[in-house]
């Protein structure tokens, strides 16, 4: 163990970082160790890996000291921060620009930032097509992270952007699973018309990274999508039908109505679909499901996930 490399990864009790942490573990030949970076080292979670003999951390990502501290003499770092936790893209701005800086000042030799696009880019705060939110963002989760990109590249960091997709465990955790309608039907509500959406399972999002280390400095610098599926809706409707052995409609609903509906982020989600909407081209592109499984030749697609996680998505 003394000779491996340590991967120090950030969220290693969430989708992400678990994801990495177990296809580095199930990896018994692997090159690298695990440090598992957590906030709360009394959970369930973090006591799993600290019996599976993974180096377990408290690490407070909203303080630089303890970040600098959980990187020390790491080869590697997974960086991903969690908008979902607190809904503040000014927060994830600050905790990136940290972890940036102690990936700098602990000589990190390659750090993987889980990514996504700046929509301003594409839909600028002035374009009423969808409502600005926190005042200064169209999509924060993805705006913060996106704008954060530079301090990775200011700092000259052997740094790796990956571009994850949609997650599958959406269905599961997030509430974006079938529900029964008064009329008795199961139905599919996501706000993408007839454009595909690019999913993936959180699991082979780890995998994907851990063949990025794993190649090392070819992909210094480079903005890595990953993908299993680009699927319309209707179509992830049929797979859900053929899985769950009844009917599945797709509820079209706009995206103003899907913002409307109330539940924590609803405006932030709608955002998003409505950007994976009007920049598929774009969105789609970056994510390339062939280049994905060259990195990750166990890729999941959605038909597959759903019968291995069938039991686990509500339906009520």
């Not at 296809?23 to 018994?28: F, G, M, S, Y």
């Not at 097509?129 to 913060?144: A, I, N, S, W």
Request: charged share 25%; hydrophobic share 40%; net charge neutral.
């Amino acid at each position: 163990m003394a000779d491996k490399k340590i991967i120090a990864v950030l969220g290693a009790t969430g989708a992400q970082g678990g994801g990495l942490v177990r296809a580095i573990l199930n990896d018994k030949s692997s090159e690298f160790s695990v440090r598992a970076l957590v906030h709360n080292p009394n959970s369930e979670k973090a006591k799993a890996l600290l019996e599976m003999g993974v180096e377990v951390v408290t690490v407070d990502v909203d303080n630089y000291e303890s970040l600098r501290s959980g990187f020390s003499n790491a080869y590697g770092v997974y960086a991903v921060t969690f908008f979902w936790h607190h809904f503040s893209a000014e927060k994830e701005i600050l905790q990136a620009e940290s972890i940036a800086k102690a990936a700098k000042e602990t000589n990190v030799k390659h750090i993987i930032w889980s990514t996504l696009e700046d929509t301003r880019k594409w839909i600028p705060l002035t374009d009423s097509r969808m409502p600005t939110l926190q005042e200064k963002y169209k999509v924060p989760h993805f705006d913060g992270k996106g704008s954060s990109d530079k301090f990775f590249t200011d700092l000259n960091l052997p740094v790796t952007f990956l571009y994850a997709s949609f997650y599958w465990e959406n269905f599961i955790y997030f509430g974006l699973g079938p529900k029964r309608g008064p009329d008795g039907r199961l139905a599919l509500t996501i706000p993408m018309g007839d454009k595909k959406l690019a999913g993936i399972a959180s699991d082979d999002i780890g995998k994907c990274a851990y063949a990025i280390f794993k190649k090392g400095n070819e992909f210094f610098g480079k903005k890595i999508g990953i993908a299993s599926d680009h699927l319309t809706i209707q179509e992830m409707a049929d797979l859900f039908a053929k899985t769950l052995g009844e009917e599945v409609v797709y509820n079209k609903v706009s995206f103003d109505m899907f913002r409307s509906f109330g539940f924590p982020g609803a405006d932030e989600a709608g955002n998003m679909f409505q950007f994976y909407h009007d920049c598929d081209k774009d969105v789609n592109g970056l994510r390339d499901v062939g280049f994905t499984k060259l990195l990750n030749p166990e890729l999941k697609n959605l038909e597959v996930w759903l019968k291995e996680n069938k039991t686990k998505i509500p339906v009520g």
